[in-house]
């Protein structure tokens, strides 16, 4: 054979070791990513309804398919302005976000958040996938609908990351929501997993994505992925959508952009970018960076001394990580009140 012939072969051969490397990871994060709960971190202070003066929170529990969900219907003395349903983010549960809820509160919104099936309060051996969190989603709203507490009152559906996803993808199905606020959602959720994994290699980006909706999907008992843009396309609700440009989590240009540059003709899609934040929009920029230089910081010890890890943990400022970005939060409720 000729040296070129040979060359061609190994050009072949690496290539199919490329994919199935590729399928190889995307099957590994489905079982690492996917195959287990998430309660959270046992040394991290989650904050609760007693840290926050004022705050009232009555449990519920409601069915999601055969699994129940579990959380809390926040409310203050004088919330009347509507019923705010919560979807919350990846890694742990919803009272990863209290302190947005004691916000949404103060604006006069009662707050229904709840952990999603796999998560924290909630049943589920495992997440299943990103998808199943629009299921839990839809069938709050369908609890909402129902519970004396909330069901004469007026709806929206507000979500961030993963939660960002599960509105985007909820809004069109629920009856009786009437607008929704998604920060930081993703197109799909065996997209961005595999865009974590192979970043700006697309090849390896497609043949992972497909192997993770295949398998996950599988596992879950769904016929289809969902993908955002599409799941808006022809919606005719309104909906604010919000992304930080230097977002490393749910990367802007291959989420965010996208979504925006899809939708962009649609008149009920409100979309708002920030070129200085990242994923946490909802933060003030000072609060994004601290909440990264610490975590990150005992992550790295974490590897070497867990006890050392641990004491700072309850170091942890967790006031200064969690400061809200007040403009960003007043638009939130802006759009809110205008539209319910």
Request: glycine fraction near 8%; charged fraction near 25%; charge should be positive.
């Amino acid at each position: 054979m000729f040296w070129w012939c040979w060359l061609i072969v190994a050009v072949v051969a690496a290539a199919i070791l490329a994919v199935a490397a590729a399928a190889a990871a995307g099957l590994y994060a489905v079982h690492k990513i996917y195959g287990r709960r998430y309660d959270g971190n046992p040394n991290v202070k989650y904050f609760t309804a007693e840290d926050f003066d004022g705050l009232r929170a009555e449990p519920v529990s409601f069915l999601s398919g055969k699994e129940t969900l579990r959380g809390f219907i926040y409310s203050r003395e004088l919330s009347c302005a509507g019923a705010v349903i919560f979807s919350h983010g990846f890694g742990a549960g919803h009272t990863s976000y209290t302190t947005e809820i004691d916000r949404l509160t103060k604006e006069g919104f009662k707050v229904l958040a709840f952990d999603n099936a796999g998560c924290m309060s909630s049943d589920g051996d495992r997440l299943g996938c990103f998808d199943r969190g629009v299921c839990d989603l839809v069938a709050a709203a369908e609890f909402a609908s129902r519970d004396e507490r909330l069901k004469y009152l007026k709806k929206a559906f507000v979500g961030h990351s993963w939660g960002g996803f599960s509105v985007m993808n909820a809004f069109p199905l629920a009856d009786g929501v009437c607008c929704a606020v998604a920060m930081c959602g993703f197109e799909s959720g065996s997209q961005v997993l595999a865009q974590n994994i192979f970043g700006a290699c697309a090849p390896l980006r497609a043949v992972a994505a497909a192997a993770i909706a295949r398998r996950s999907l599988a596992r879950s008992g769904m016929k289809r992925g969902r993908r955002s843009s599409v799941s808006l396309r022809n919606i005719k609700k309104p909906i604010y959508l919000l992304y930080g440009e230097k977002d490393a989590t749910v990367r802007y240009r291959w989420n965010g952009k996208k979504i925006l540059r899809a939708l962009k003709e649609n008149p009920f899609v409100k979309g708002e970018t920030f070129p200085d934040k990242g994923h946490n929009v909802y933060l003030t920029n000072e609060a994004e960076r601290a909440l990264h230089e610490t975590f990150g910081s005992i992550a790295k010890i974490a590897k070497k001394d867990k006890v050392q890890a641990a004491r700072m943990y309850k170091e942890v400022d967790y006031a200064a990580v969690t400061q809200e970005d007040d403009a960003v939060m007043r638009r939130i409720a802006g759009f809110l009140r205008e539209n319910m």
